[in-house]
């Protein structure tokens, strides 16, 4: 054998280990992207499940609202002014 010949063996070997660092990096680079979009996407949905819920209070406030007289008003009203005598 000549020495030649043992080279291309170890940069055989060394091209082997470098083509598996590359699949490895990519792999864990694409774990910890989809991670992260997938979070970035969990975020949202609660972001809009959050407004919903305020939309739904809104119109159940509304709708208490719209069913009740002047006097009911007034009262339900009296709970957030202030008294102007005090």
Known sequence: ???????GVVFGKLRI??????VALAV???AYFRGRSEA???AQVKGY?????????AREVDREIEILD??????????WLR???K
């Open 70 to 79: 002047d006097t009911g008003l007034a009262d339900r009203a009296s709970k």
């Open 1 to 7: 054998m000549s020495a030649s010949g043992n080279g």
């Open 49 to 57: 499940q959050n407004t919903i819920d305020k939309m739904r209070t």
């Open 28 to 30: 864990v680079a694409a």
């Open 40 to 42: 970035n996407s969990d």
């Open 17 to 22: 280990w470098a083509v598996a660092a590359a």
């Open 83 to 85: 008294d102007a005598g």
